[in-house]
């Protein structure tokens, strides 16, 4: 918990049962594809997680690419914020 925000982050992971329910106000989900989730079990696990908001993360440097965050937040049904690389994140 950071300035009363809920944030759930599960680092280099494929999407798991045990995802269920956690029920985050923010998730940060590997969006790469290749030793993690792709954009599409992404979404499924935002779903899965009943999170209010996603971030993608670990993309465009090793595997993945800014396209495979823009599907994420094409897909999702919750708000998703695409950073900046060194930018900062506002906790509000």
């Known amino acids: ?8 982050h599960p680092g280099d992971t ?9 029920a985050p106000d923010v ?4 969006v790469g594809g290749t030793y993690t989730m792709d954009a599409a079990e992404a979404i499924q696990a935002v779903s899965d ?3 209010g908001g996603a971030i993608p993360i670990h ?3 090793i595997v993945g690419s800014r396209q495979d965050a823009a599907d994420l937040s094409a897909g999702c ?3 998703v ?3 900046d690389p060194g930018g900062s994140l506002t906790v509000e």
């Open 27 to 30: 998730v940060l989900l590997p």
């Open 1 to 8: 918990t950071m300035a009363g925000k809920r944030i759930y």
């Open 77 to 79: 049904t919750v708000p």
């Open 14 to 22: 494929d999407r798991i049962p045990e995802m269920r329910g956690i």
């Open 81 to 83: 914020e695409i950073l």
């Open 59 to 61: 993309y465009g440097d």
């Open 49 to 51: 997680i009943a999170a």
